[in-house]
């Protein structure tokens, strides 16, 4: 279990980082203006932050950014202040009847209390004004359900979940081949509503960045079709859901919203084909990957036998590897692929491509998961092979701040 | 008039004497020991077994709660490898789900349902008995995976196709799929028992809106069952077909939708959480009135309420399928009914208060599990109410704030009212109260454990923090909570150790006789129950009481006098039954257990060797056979609960009427039977 030991370690300086402080920051800026619309809500949006603000992770649904995410919260925190107010109300009650009605020590036992055997208009009351209330909340709900299904204005990207990672597919030219792939990180356009036809490759995934928009299902066999934006640029921290066997817990994903300059300059260096790479110990790790790798993974342009579902996986898709480098994170996102300073973080890819099932829980005897190259490769080949994918791609264009 | 199984056929031998036919092996007679149990066919023992069968599996489906807790104490836990968390959460929910909170409540049915209605036994005894053994069965087969290759690690839903043996190689999801086939059918069983005893053996008077509200909600509760076991049933024979002969329902490559599975499941899924409350519902209805000293605040309401739950139950199922991809129409039709499940569920809350309103209580320790029920409960309905809104379930679901929710639910309702039936019938069934300064220990201690579990997993939830995950890192900041969690789990261990204690010294007390025996009547109770003694004499009722009022009993204690204003004018005790009859009950019988051995050995030859399926078959065969020609009492023992009594005597023509396997029919003397 070495290898979770040092994800500890690795994780525990990912948290001095403070991931994501800027997008937070701007974050607050929305915040306030979204309460100060809202007032009505003040007090339990008070109270919801101060349950929220005792540890700030980086998921962080009650802080939402994308416009449907603050759609949902907005209906949620209704919901929630009305279950607020009947709780505190019953629990009022139940409070009173407990300090009101208790036996006295000066009692007489004989003596009875009032038999009240029910009170019709009591009960009509207390049934009716649930219902009033219930229905208020169905008028609210109902529209946002439609809303929240309806089709966005911007680019359509095309996501599938596998044990244990996501891809994401861009069709640019809509000729129905997919002209980017990429894996762990979507990439979207600020200010655009993204329409997302999400489905699985093996079991259910279930998608869910909260701070852009709440979770949906994928499904294999089944294109489901969601939304998400980002009012600004950012990275945004998501998970799977839906339980999806040994490592649903290490299947993470990451949205990364960019400038509509920013987001053309990433698409044009993404369709860049790879080619065979110049230096030396490069090239001894590109002959290796041709031996080692390909019968799953894709490198567009020199290895592309694995395309297609065809990689040797019960899922039948390996994460393509043509701009590895362009990504801030590796397998499901579970670990950083830069340091702080912004070097490469070889020793944790190095451990990986050695020893994938020993960095995360899988079952590569099972074809589900990467398997252990520990009794295959020695040190310098697979010091070769990470040099080798250090030649993949450019750098990623939003670092984790 | 009771239905009752087929009166022997009368021989007439040659010499002019009549003697009943007699099956292929004579009933057992086991008075004493083990083997008065094993073949009982009574319902007080059944029930009882029940009883002890489940809190067996509550303290392993506690382990397994500890253990997750273990390894979600600190971030990028060690305790458990991904495998085995994955193994241990299914079981946990399976466990809690199937062999404890369903089987405490079929104890508490098969105890209390006859005496409250005046029977002395259920409709078809020797099926109750099998009902409880292919459960016993049933349990033991599901955790057989433990020692033969691991637990199902589907999670306790099992959602397609993560269960298929692509993704699940290992036999764990057999397990899970057979024994929950297994259990299915004992509850099915059970269930058909139950409302042809509740229908048909009322005693006389007693109307439908005469029976008492635990008894009514435990008839809801059976209709449920016969309707929703079939559901889970067809899913579970899908997927053993998918899994034991390559059958194509759930595999997508050959054209299958996996959604298919989600609705057979969830519309069983959804009644089930109503076959989990109500009977609870049930208890604090009667407990609540008996502690109070005042009748239950709107008896046909909270009746009706109890039905309407029963049947909006059936049309809220996709609410667990919110993100699953069904269209907005769906989704927005399943929300809105939702919501308005909640109305009757609220009313009972608040009727349940009106009770105590202006009431005289005392705080027992059965009454305080039962306020603890009404306040808990609330808080998960209304974090229930939340998630109905679809919208912002699609953030809530699978992450802690469900958890969260569904254990207020279940833990704070079903589990707390449970309690509060255990320490308010526990008199009853075994003839001593448990001690009550050790039982507010345990309240207290469970009560606080309880909020610190399962409060704090709404804030994680509200982080973000996924449900089934076996880790999270620490830059998610679950830390703290995670923590609290934890170690509120393990004060619930606490609570429950001290309930474990409560049990063993009031029994260990009881024996030495420093703990008095408690009088026929030890809390003024309403409901005819408490009109015997304690414990339960064998045949419950020395007469069949005649039934003219709701709450009947205390009627007969309390009435008005001549200025109308009501008077104690009996005490319970003093006019309480005596027990000292002794009427024909059923004997014993060897069958149903013999009959429920031979499930698992199916369903273990399904999924290893043929060879065993077809012994089992055999076995399951024989006892049928054994079953039918077995004489319906055996004429040579003469009272087969073995109460060796010499002093009743019995006129020899009378025989063939005593042989009946009914209890009804044997009171037909002393009561009319309605």
């Known amino acids: 279990m070495s290898g979770w030991h040092k994800r500890v370690e690795s994780a525990k300086l990912l948290k001095k980082r403070k991931f994501a402080n800027e997008v937070h920051d701007t974050d607050m800026v929305q915040n306030r203006f979204f309460y100060n619309r809202n007032l009505r809500f003040t007090f339990l949006g008070t109270l919801l932050l101060f349950i929220s603000s005792c540890a700030s992770g980086r998921l962080d649904p009650l802080k939402p950014v994308g416009q449907n995410a603050k759609d949902i919260d907005g209906i949620m925190r209704l919901s929630a202040w009305m279950a607020i107010a009947v709780g505190l109300f019953v629990g009022a009650a139940v409070i009173a009847v407990i300090i009101k009605f208790r036996v006295r020590p000066g009692d007489d036992p004989d003596e009875l209390p009032e038999q009240i055997h029910g009170n019709k208009k009591a009960e009509l009351t207390w049934t009716l004004i649930p219902v009033v209330m219930l229905l208020f909340l169905a008028v609210a709900t109902i529209p946002s359900v439609f809303d929240l299904h309806d089709k966005g204005d911007g680019p359509t990207i095309q996501v599938t979940g596998q044990q244990w990672w996501w891809q994401f597919s861009y069709d640019l030219d809509e000729d129905g081949q997919s002209d980017i792939i990429t894996s762990n990180e979507i990439v979207i356009p600020v200010g655009q509503e993204v329409n997302l036809e999400i489905t699985s490759n093996d079991v259910i995934h279930s998608f869910w960045i909260p701070q852009l928009n709440g979770k949906k299902d994928a499904v294999p066999g089944r294109v489901h079709h969601w939304r998400i934006s980002s009012p600004v640029p950012g990275i945004f921290y998501g998970e799977c859901t839906e339980f999806c066997g040994l490592s649903h817990a290490n299947m993470q994903v990451r949205a990364v919203a960019l400038e509509a300059a920013d987001y053309k300059i990433w698409q044009e260096s993404q369709l860049a084909k790879s080619s065979i790479p110049t230096g030396e110990a490069a090239k001894r790790g590109y002959d290796l990957f041709g031996v080692h790798c390909i019968s799953c993974h894709v490198i567009n342009g020199v290895y592309e036998g694995a395309a297609d579902g065809n990689a040797n996986l019960a899922s039948g898709v390996a994460p393509n590897l043509t701009h590895l480098m362009s990504r801030t994170s590796f397998a499901g996102s579970l670990f950083e692929l830069y340091n702080e300073d912004q070097s490469v973080n070889i020793a944790d890819l190095r451990e990986w491509v050695r020893n994938a099932p020993g960095q995360k829980p899988s079952r590569p005897e099972n074809r589900q998961g990467m398997m252990s190259f520990a009794e295959i490769l020695n040190g310098p080949e697979l010091d070769d092979i990470v040099s080798y994918l250090q030649t993949l791609g450019g750098k990623p264009p939003l670092m984790p701040s | ?674």
């Not at chain 2, 971030?75 to 089987?103: K, R, S």
């Not at chain 2, 036994?121 to 109750?128: E, G, L, T």
């Not at chain 2, 692509?166 to 057999?174: N, R």
């Open chain 2, 1 to 674: 008039m009771a239905i009752t199984e087929e009166p022997p056929l009368i021989l007439e031998l040659e010499s002019g004497e009549t003697k009943p036919s007699t099956g292929a092996f004579a009933r057992p007679t086991y008075a004493k020991g083990w083997r008065a149990w094993v073949f009982t066919v009574d319902h007080k023992k059944i029930g009882i077994m029940y009883g002890a069968v489940a809190m067996f599996w509550f303290l392993w489906g506690g382990i397994e709660a500890l253990l997750i807790r273990t390894q979600l104490l600190t971030p990028n836990g060690t305790v458990l490898t991904a495998e085995q968390y994955n193994q241990i959460f299914t079981m946990h929910g399976t466990t809690m789900v199937f062999l404890v909170i369903m089987p405490l409540a079929a104890a508490f049915a098969n105890y209390i349902v006859p005496l409250q209605i005046g029977a002395r036994d259920v409709a078809f005894p020797r099926m109750n008995a099998l009902g409880l053994w292919i459960f016993v069965f049933g349990g033991i087969f599901l955790n057989l995976s433990w020692f033969l290759g691991g637990g199902p690690d589907g999670g306790w839903f099992a959602y397609a196709p993560n269960t298929s043996v692509t993704f699940s190689p290992g036999a764990g999801m057999d397990f899970y799929a057979m024994g929950l086939q297994i259990a299915g059918i004992a509850s099915l069983v059970g269930a058909i028992n139950l409302i042809v005893t509740i229908i048909n053996m009322r005693a006389p008077g007693m109307t439908l809106l005469r029976m008492p509200v635990f008894t009514w909600m435990i008839l809801v509760v059976q209709f449920l069952l016969l309707f929703a076991l079939p559901v889970i049933t067809v899913a579970l024979v899908l997927l053993s077909l998918d899994r034991t002969f390559d059958a194509n329902f759930f595999n997508v490559g050959m054209g299958a939708d996996p959604l298919l599975w989600q609705h057979l499941f969830w519309i069983f899924g959804h009644p089930e959480v109503y076959i989990l409350i109500l009977p609870s519902f049930g208890i604090v209805s009667e407990t609540l009135p008996v502690f109070s000293r005042k009748p239950l605040f709107g008896y046909s309401v909270i009746v009706i309420s109890g039905a309407a739950i029963g049947f909006m139950g059936w049309g809220v199922w996709a609410h667990h399928m919110f993100v699953s991809g069904l269209g907005p129409v769906s989704v927005a039709a399943f929300s809105a009914t939702t919501m308005f499940i909640a109305v009757p569920t609220g009313v009972k809350i608040l009727n349940w208060i009106a009770t105590m309103w202006g009431g005289k209580i005392t705080f027992t320790v059965p009454m305080m599990f039962s306020i603890s029920l009404v306040s808990m409960f609330t808080i998960g309905g209304l974090s229930g109410v939340m998630h109905s809104v679809a919208p912002a379930d699609t953030q809530q679901t699978d992450t802690y704030f469900i958890v969260a929710h569904f254990h207020y639910v279940l833990f704070g309702g079903a589990l707390m009212g449970l309690f509060a039936g255990m320490y308010y019938w526990w008199p009853k069934a075994f003839g001593y109260k448990l001690n009550e300064t050790l039982g507010k220990w345990h309240f207290w201690i469970v009560l606080v454990g309880f909020n610190l579990t399962f409060g704090p997993m709404h804030i994680l939830g509200l982080q973000g923090m996924a449900r089934r995950h076996s880790r999270y890192g620490p830059e998610d900041g679950f830390d703290f909570w995670n923590l609290m969690v934890s170690i509120g789990a393990f004060v619930i261990l606490i609570g429950m150790i001290i309930f474990a204690i409560n049990i063993v010294k009031t029994w260990l007390g009881y024996k030495a006789g420093t703990i008095e025996q408690s009088p026929a009547d030890p809390w003024d109770g309403r409901t005819l129950e408490w009109s015997i003694p304690s414990p339960t004499p064998e045949h419950n009722f020395d007469y069949v009481p005649v039934v003219t009022d709701l709450d009947d009993f205390w009627h007969k204690k309390y009435q008005k006098d001549e200025n109308g204003k009501l008077r104690k004018v009996a005490d319970g005790n003093a006019i309480a039954q005596l027990g000292d009859q002794h009427p024909h009950l059923p004997s014993p019988s060897y069958w149903p257990i013999v009959l429920a051995s031979g499930l698992p050995l199916i369903a273990l030859g399904l999924i290893y060797t043929l060879w065993l399926t077809g012994i089992g078959l055999l076995v399951l065969v024989a006892a049928i056979y054994g079953w039918s020609l077995e004489p319906h009492t055996d004429p040579d023992v003469g009272h087969g609960h073995g109460d060796d009594h010499d002093d009743h005597d019995e006129p020899d023509g009378d025989h063939s009427e005593n042989l009946i396997d009914s209890p009804k029919d044997e009171s037909t003397e002393e009561a009319p039977v309605g």
